[in-house]
């Protein structure tokens, strides 16, 4: 499942997004409101985590921007703002839950959990498909003609970001700051083993595609010719 994080305490964002990415979120960050809008014209991500107070847009015209265009993305609004006017506000306005700060994670954990579930019951789209491979975003699984195998949790957000992003290449250093974080202590060749773990299930699936590299330009998923 793919989040985008706009959140301008750039400490905050890293500690947020490593939260969520060791609960297998993926995580994009921005910071500031017109960073958020530019990333939302891809229809890819399944909540919005939204702080109010950011520079050039704030939250609050994000929300209002977004909503007017019918984006119906679930939003989580986390602000310093705790009260009732400013959260009565943000709800009107078309967000889905409203946390202030400081949170526990376990508490934002839950809440993301809870408006991506009700998103879920209004459609259907827990999956995502290439060529005649399928991934549930829901169970981490993958399905080709032949088998369904689990998923580990880097093994996952790599692969759906591929899928996500299929025309697009993504270099070893892109992969490892967007699915390990920029303050992980892991050796980025990490991804080489985790990008061999998956072409093998992939051939396990008897799927038609698979992960090829291209020099200098990194690693993208491809249809098997």
């Keep these: 499942m793919r989040l985008l994080l706009a959140e301008d305490e750039i400490e905050l964002s890293k500690a947020l997004s490593t939260?969520?990415?060791?609960?297998?979120?993926?995580?994009?960050?921005?910071?500031?409101?017109?960073?958020?809008?530019?990333?939302?014209?891809?229809?890819?991500?399944d909540a919005l985590i939204l702080d109010i107070m950011m520079p050039i847009k704030d939250g609050i015209e994000v929300l209002q921007t977004i909503r007017a265009k019918g984006n119906k993305i679930p939003v989580l609004i986390l602000t310093a703002k705790s009260s009732i006017d400013d959260r009565v506000l943000g709800l009107d306005l078309g967000a889905d839950d409203y946390l202030t700060k400081p949170f526990a994670t376990e508490e934002l954990i839950a809440r993301i959990r809870a408006i991506t579930r009700r998103k879920g019951k209004e459609s259907p789209q827990n999956s995502i498909r290439y060529e005649n491979l399928k991934l549930d975003k829901a169970t981490h699984e993958i399905e080709g003609p032949s088998e369904k195998i689990q998923l580990g949790n880097h093994e996952f957000q790599i692969l759906e970001t591929l899928m996500s992003n299929s025309e697009n290449y993504f270099s070893i250093e892109r992969l490892f700051e967007k699915i390990w974080g920029y303050d992980s202590d892991t050796e980025s060749s990490v991804v080489w083993v985790e990008i061999s773990n998956l072409r093998k299930k992939l051939k396990t699936t008897d799927c038609n595609a698979t992960i090829k590299g291209k020099r200098n330009l990194g690693y993208r998923l491809e249809k098997l010719k």
Excluded at 27 to 43: I, R, T
């Design 19 to 45: 939260v969520l990415m060791r609960n297998s979120y993926s995580v994009d960050a921005v910071f500031n409101g017109q960073e958020a809008l530019d990333y939302l014209e891809s229809p890819d991500y």
